[in-house]
């Protein structure tokens, strides 16, 4: 008998978390093939803000 190659992605589990429904998101909308959350103008500017304030 030869050695069987393990196929390293049948194992890998699901994503539990949903991002579209957290409430920390502020999802204005989604790309429509790749689901990418598109945040609100104000999430992006505490966002920007947020990292402003706190740069080492």
Do not use: C, F, L
């Not at 957290?22 to 609100?40: E, F, H, T």
Request: net charge positive.
């Amino acid at each position: 008998m030869g050695k069987q190659k393990k196929d390293k992605h049948t194992n890998i589990p699901k994503a539990i978390e949903k991002h579209e429904t957290a409430a920390w998101a502020d999802i204005q909308k989604v790309k429509p093939v790749s689901n990418v959350a598109i945040p609100s103008e104000t999430a992006v500017r505490d966002a920007k803000d947020w990292v402003d304030a706190n740069q080492k």
